[in-house]
């Protein structure tokens, strides 16, 4: 079975760009999870979703950041504009967790490494 | 609070050393999952074990194993006779189940980097 597919794998993009992360979980799970990676604050929970939901998006860092779940299948994180303090691996990741229960095991995508010029 | 504290920053050893690596986690549920994961110079997080709450025996898989023991909160990961394809950061978890939160998330630990050298 296909992992976590994430696109672009690099992106380079000019500070004012919009830069637009992809992420296709794998197939039968319900939760997704956007992450933030750098040296200085290590592994971030940007927002996550369930059934296409968002959940929590108390760890996206302002309103430049936007993420949208239109289907079961396909995910996005938006960023406008891009600034160079965005300049991070982004990872994307998914599980199939049951209401009332803790997150289940979370596969993660190869993230996408965003750098902004 | 941190709720997963992964004290060693960084670990040195020579290939073929046992490695210790450390995690203590803070939860007041009854049901939670802990897991590890490992995270190769290559970038990708990989996903090694999780445990159950409700399940404190230990675990071993080839050369690693995991010991757990809620009466200290801990969940720590031993690799034996370590080799050079060691070398990664690996991270600790914690995913609770909250009342007022019914979809559960991960709280992640600062990552370990271990170095083996030959």
């Known amino acids: 079975d296909a992992g976590v597919i994430q696109s672009p794998r690099h992106e380079v993009t000019e500070m004012g760009q919009e830069v637009t992360l992809r992420c296709k979980p794998i197939?039968?799970?319900?939760?997704l999870f956007w992450y933030r990676q750098t040296m200085m604050r290590g592994l971030e929970l940007l927002i996550y979703?369930?059934?296409?939901?968002?959940?929590?998006d108390s760890g996206m860092p302002e309103d430049r950041f936007s993420a949208k779940m239109p289907n079961a299948s396909f995910s996005t994180l938006k960023i406008q504009p891009s600034e160079p303090r965005d300049s991070a691996v982004y990872f994307c990741a998914s599980s199939f967790t049951l209401w009332g229960g803790p997150a289940d095991t979370q596969y993660f995508g190869p993230g996408t490494r965003l750098t902004v010029l | 609070a941190q709720k997963v504290t992964q004290a060693q920053t960084e670990i040195s050893v020579v290939e073929k050393e046992d490695v210790t690596l450390d995690c203590v986690y803070e939860?007041?549920?009854?049901?939670?999952?802990l897991f590890w994961y490992k995270q190769p110079p290559s970038g990708e997080l990989v996903f090694l074990i999780r445990r159950n709450s409700f399940d404190e025996q230990n675990e071993i898989s080839g050369r690693y194993s995991w010991n757990f023991q809620k009466s200290t909160s801990s969940f720590n990961f031993t690799i034996t006779a370590s080799q050079v394809v060691d070398s990664a950061v690996y991270f600790c978890a914690l995913s609770e189940r909250k009342a007022t939160d019914s979809w559960g998330k991960f709280q992640f630990g600062a990552g370990t980097q271990v170095v083996v050298t030959p």
């Open positions: 979703f369930n059934n296409n939901v968002p959940i929590d």
């Open positions: 197939s039968g799970h319900n939760s």
């Open positions: 939860t007041r549920d009854t049901t939670y999952y």
